[in-house]
């Protein structure tokens, strides 16, 4: 599964709340991001919680930083950590140890935890990579052709050990300036659209809005606000659109 979104989108954000629920529902997930670290996703983890059970807002910035919370802000973090710890660490792995952004080292460990549950007669973890284009391949290898094995490797990966493989991968820039999602927008995608087998993509709502022209050949036209504009907004409404779905309609 591929999920591609501009910059600043809430692709990461999107999939944390969409695999920590899974893990809620007792799936094991391995969550590789390979541009954060674990304290830092965790802390997003506990924004989220804290201000769904104590509506208490807190950036992830501030989460990192304890000495600065006030009374009202250590227990609703403390009591996001219990649920954390109760509801969602039993079946989540965030940036398992020794593992690097080589390919090899990702794939080496994701077969080993597929095997270990195998073994004890569970089903393979699921496994999210945010995101792809920070992977490395070989020495001077280019990024087309990094991105290319990686995805084939992974897909081969899902299909012998029966799981999910989810992908977050940057968009183009074209897509980015005209805020047009489509099944060729991710970045250094040449063998992306073809191998997955469900292409999401993330949008601002607002770059979807259509009204009618006030031009005179009439129609429709697509009102759009600077990307800029809406990244700024604290409150963003996104849409989230299938544009491929191999399995089916969308």
Known sequence: ???????????????????????????????????????????KSLCRTAYTTSRISLKTSEIMQGYKWTPDQKKAVYDAAEAYKRDIAPHMIYNPDNVTPELDSILSFLQAEAKAKKAEGKPAPLVVLDYLHLIQ??????????IKEAVQRLKDFAMEYETVVFCIL???????????MKLESGRDTSNIEFSADLFL?????????????????????????????????????????????RMGAD
């Not at 391949?137 to 990094?146: F, M, Q, T, Y």
């Not at 949008?203 to 700024?232: A, H, I, M, Q, Y």
């Open 201 to 245: 993509g993330l949008n601002f709502t607002d770059w979807e809005t259509v009204e009618k022209s006030d031009d005179d050949e009439g129609g429709d036209r697509k009102k759009k606000k600077p990307f800029e504009v809406l990244k700024k907004n604290p409150r963003r409404e996104i849409t989230l659109k299938c544009l491929k779905n």
């Open 170 to 180: 940057a968009t183009n820039r074209d897509s980015n300036q005209r805020g047009r």
């Open 137 to 146: 391949g070989k020495p001077r290898e280019d990024a087309a052709s990094v």
């Open 1 to 43: 599964v591929m999920l591609a979104a501009a910059p600043a989108m809430g692709k990461t954000t999107f999939t944390m709340q969409l695999f920590e629920g899974m893990a809620k529902q007792g799936a094991d997930v391995i969550y590789l991001n390979l541009e954060m670290s674990r304290e830092q996703l965790i802390a």
